[in-house]
């Protein structure tokens, strides 16, 4: 076992962290998670998902990107469960999963802009 500067482990402090950890598989997950937002395109398409439903076309308009593109995005960006589908007659349309997605969003803003 390591030691603080000091030669003292402050086990008491341990302890009370150790018990509200998560499992090394949550921690996984949640690391595979943050990799979805660690590509611009990807931030991209969801802030703008954030502003209102999409489809491919018009978030390739809107970004300056091909449609295949946006679509392998999109398909990665929904397999994370990031974002969700609907059919609207031959046209999909695209939106944030869930409120969750776009506090994450927000707040990675706020902390750039503090």
């Not at 970004?63 to 679509?71: I, P, R």
């Amino acid at each position: 076992m390591q030691f603080c500067c000091d030669g003292v482990v402050h086990g008491d402090a341990v302890e009370d962290v150790k018990k509200k950890l998560e499992s090394p598989e949550d921690y996984e997950a949640l690391a595979a998670l943050m990799k979805m937002f660690a590509d611009k395109t990807r931030v991209n398409i969801l802030h703008a998902l954030e502003q209102r439903e999409l489809c491919v076309c018009d978030l390739a308009s809107l970004l300056g990107l091909t449609k295949s593109a946006v679509s392998h995005q999109l398909k990665d960006l929904r397999l994370s469960r990031l974002v969700k589908n609907r059919r609207d007659g031959q046209t999909v349309f695209y939106s944030l999963a869930d409120d969750h997605v776009g506090a994450i969003i927000d707040l990675g803003f706020e902390h750039l802009r503090e």
